[in-house]
């Protein structure tokens, strides 16, 4: 993959719309989901992105063929059954990836899958994912870094999902996939809340699941003999809704950002409003961020209901400049903090200590080349480049195509000054 950088020119204001694209932590485990279905299905508002791209690629080997049609929707249909294995050089590029563990388990009756690697942001295990699955009786072994699943004796059962940091968001999502196979009745305790949980079981009733409880810490699995594919449209995406009325605040500019749902961000907008912010609705549903003064304050990272762990950076960056200091506590990444250094160069004087990040305010960033580490540290620099007086460079922005469709044209069309330049 060629490097290529950010080349950002801060300090100009931004006017107008930018438009929010669909939720990338909802199409990854509904695209997942087309494993279990029979017959053609047609996924819309699904967003074009590396990992979406590197997932099909991935689903294209396990046998499911896909069409992005003219209209940008996305038409799938699985072709061939027989295989079962995704291998280590896919599963560690994208952990995501893991969500084809129930659903192969489930349809397949077997599955053989990597253990996703570390990556940046944490250890990141998959034992309540095997966990889940042992539970409703697939037999699991762990061999030579891959997790080999045995579905032939899949049937309903119960599971407690929370971990240490909470629960989880993609094993939630496999073990939901794999119920609603799964002869007899599956409950599903201290399952993940997050509207991206919601949306899929919504998607899996649609094609003849029963699920009901998705989105609440309790979620109940009628299993059914099979599902049969439709036509359904994924959530916007809430991180990239409050990235860019983050955006809006820093640079003290009113845009309107469309296609949000105001529902999943009551913890951001809560923050936001505590950090001096705040956010008016226009008559057409275009959420409108208003900064009156950024005031410092403090942010815990929950699982949702709770703030946002993949907002967390890009509040980071805003609070670079409130006034006194902020304290941002990760309870679910307790290292997904290397944007500390990076906002450092820019002129941010940020600490860490343990899982809590210690923000002092500064009058003001100035532009510094910047390395992008994952992805939400990298929309934060992004936005610290726009808010900088001078020239920032952002390295390795692949990161950000990872999880921003389009990002820089989105920001420029509002008038921001981003390039996009080889290494
Ligand atoms: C999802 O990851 C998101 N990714 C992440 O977004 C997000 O940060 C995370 O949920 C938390 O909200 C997708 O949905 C594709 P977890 P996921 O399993 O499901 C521990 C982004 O930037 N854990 O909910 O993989 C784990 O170590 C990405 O878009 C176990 O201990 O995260 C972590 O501390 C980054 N055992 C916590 O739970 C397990 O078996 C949350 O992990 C699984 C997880």
Redo the contacts with the bound molecule.
């Keep these: 993959m060629a490097l290529t950088n950010f080349l950002i020119e801060g300090g100009a204001p931004l006017k107008g719309d930018i438009q929010v694209s669909g939720s990338?932590?909802s199409a990854?485990?509904i695209l997942c989901a087309s494993l279990l279905i029979d017959g053609p299905l047609t996924l819309r508002n699904v967003p074009d992105l590396e990992d979406v791209r590197f997932l099909l690629e991935i689903l294209r080997l396990l046998g499911v063929e896909s069409v992005r049609n003219q209209d940008g929707s996305l038409s799938m249909e699985v072709k061939d059954t027989t295989q079962t294995v995704a291998d280590y050089d896919v599963v560690r590029k994208m952990?995501?990836s893991?969500c084809v563990l129930g659903p192969l388990t489930a349809r397949r009756k077997q599955a053989k899958v990597s253990l996703p690697g570390g990556c940046v942001?944490?250890?990141?295990?998959?034992?309540?994912?095997?966990k889940g699955l042992s539970a409703l009786g697939a037999v699991m072994q762990e061999e030579g870094g891959y997790v080999i699943a045995d579905g032939s004796n899949l049937r309903g059962g119960r599971v407690y999902l929370g971990?240490?940091?909470?629960?989880?968001?993609?094993?939630t999502?496999n073990i939901l996939m794999a119920a609603t196979l799964a002869k007899g009745i599956t409950i599903i305790e201290a399952a993940?809340c997050?509207p991206?949980v919601l949306d899929l079981a919504n998607f899996l009733n649609r094609c003849g699941a029963k699920i009901t409880g998705a989105g609440s810490p309790r979620i109940v699995v009628e299993g059914v003999e099979r599902l049969t594919g439709r036509d359904y449209t994924i959530i916007p995406d809430r991180?990239e809704a409050g990235t860019f009325l983050i955006a809006g605040a820093m640079m003290h500019s009113p845009i309107r950002v469309r296609g949000a749902e105001l529902d999943h961000l009551a913890a951001f907008i809560d923050a936001f409003e505590h950090a001096g912010a705040r956010v008016t609705v226009d008559p057409d549903g275009a959420l409108v961020p208003h900064l009156d003064k950024l005031v410092a304050t403090d942010i815990t990272t929950l699982?949702?209901p709770g703030y946002?762990?993949?907002l967390q950076a890009q509040m980071m960056a805003m609070l670079t400049l409130a006034d006194g200091i902020s304290v941002l506590t990760e309870k679910?990444?307790p290292d997904r903090f290397l944007h500390i250094m990076e906002l450092n160069r820019l002129g941010g004087h940020i600490r860490k200590e343990g899982p809590t990040a210690i923000v002092q305010g500064v009058k003001g960033l100035s532009g510094a080349p910047v390395m992008a580490s994952?992805?939400?540290a990298s929309a934060a620099l992004v936005l610290a480049g726009l808010a900088a007086s001078g020239k920032t460079e952002v390295l390795r922005i692949y990161h950000v195509d990872r999880?921003y469709e389009k990002i820089e044209e989105k920001l420029n069309a509002i008038g921001a000054r981003i390039k996009r330049v080889e290494a």
């Design positions: 990338k932590n990854l485990p952990r995501a893991v942001i944490g250890v990141r295990p998959i034992d309540l994912h095997i971990g240490a940091y909470g629960s989880t968001v993609t094993g999502a993940a997050e991206e991180i699982p949702y946002p762990t993949d679910i990444y994952d992805l939400r999880g």
